[in-house]
């Protein structure tokens, strides 16, 4: 079966400072999912990802996939308070709808 | 344009009581999923439903647990006997279509069972 492993597991930065989080697949991804989801709330949709070497921006987010598409990145430029939470990428195996998550990544930035 | 809609946001029930945790999906949207938070633990799906189908179920729990989208209405996660174990955050997403389409997520019911 297909898993999904994110890293780092947690990361603090300093407000204004540049990040990545990394989501490495076991096997080839069809449809790569980002997501945020603060405390106690709900996942936030980002970013989906389809073909090999596809990029997507929204504001100050960039997510990439790696042409071999088993691994995508997620990139925060300039980061703030608002960008704090736990980032998830999320796949979906057998494209029936069916998504598997990633274990997370929390990010806290310091003001 | 409202969001998936999910109710309550918070459910405490006694061991052995029922809990119903109801989902209404985006507009325009006919493809719901649920899945679970344990807590320590990642999200983890649960079932996948059309209205008045069950296309996938391959993550509900064997006992005690259904889950129904009726032709009109929310989508329905039922657990029965509900046991200490069930505690967690059950989320409700939903999709335009199958697949590749992005799926949209409620807020969450985060189930207590004392």
């Known amino acids: 079966s297909q898993e999904l492993e994110q890293s780092p597991q947690s990361l603090i930065v300093q407000e204004g400072k540049n990040l990545t989080i990394n989501c490495t697949s076991s096997?080839?991804?069809?449809?790569l999912y980002w997501y945020k989801q603060k405390y106690g709330e709900g996942l936030i949709f980002l970013m989906m990802?389809?073909?090999?070497?596809e990029e997507k921006s929204h504001e100050k987010i960039t997510a990439k996939l790696d042409e071999k598409k088993q691994q995508s990145s997620l990139h925060i430029t300039a980061s703030q308070p608002s960008h704090a939470g736990i980032y998830l990428c999320?796949?979906?195996?057998?494209?029936?709808?069916?998504?598997?998550f990633g274990q997370g990544t929390e990010l806290s930035v310091k003001p | 344009n409202a969001g998936v809609m999910q109710n309550p946001r918070h459910l405490v029930r006694r061991r052995g009581q029922e809990a119903r945790l109801r989902c209404s999906p985006m507009?325009?949207?006919?493809?719901v999923y649920w899945y679970r938070q344990l807590p320590e633990e990642g999200l983890k799906f649960m079932v996948y439903?059309?209205?008045?189908?069950?296309?996938?179920e391959s993550g509900m729990p064997k006992e005690r647990f259904s889950a129904e989208f009726p032709k009109e209405g929310p989508s329905i996660l039922r657990i029965q006997q509900v046991v200490r174990g069930d505690s967690a955050a059950y989320f409700c997403?939903?999709?335009?279509?199958?697949?590749?389409?992005?799926?949209?997520f409620g807020p969450g019911t985060r189930l207590t069972v004392t």
């Open positions: 997403a939903s999709s335009p279509g199958a697949g590749s389409y992005e799926q949209y």
């Open positions: 096997k080839t991804l069809y449809g």
């Open positions: 990802l389809q073909k090999g070497g």
């Open positions: 999320g796949a979906d195996p057998n494209q029936g709808g069916k998504l598997i």
């Open positions: 507009k325009g949207h006919s493809h």
């Open positions: 439903l059309q209205k008045e189908n069950i296309i996938d």
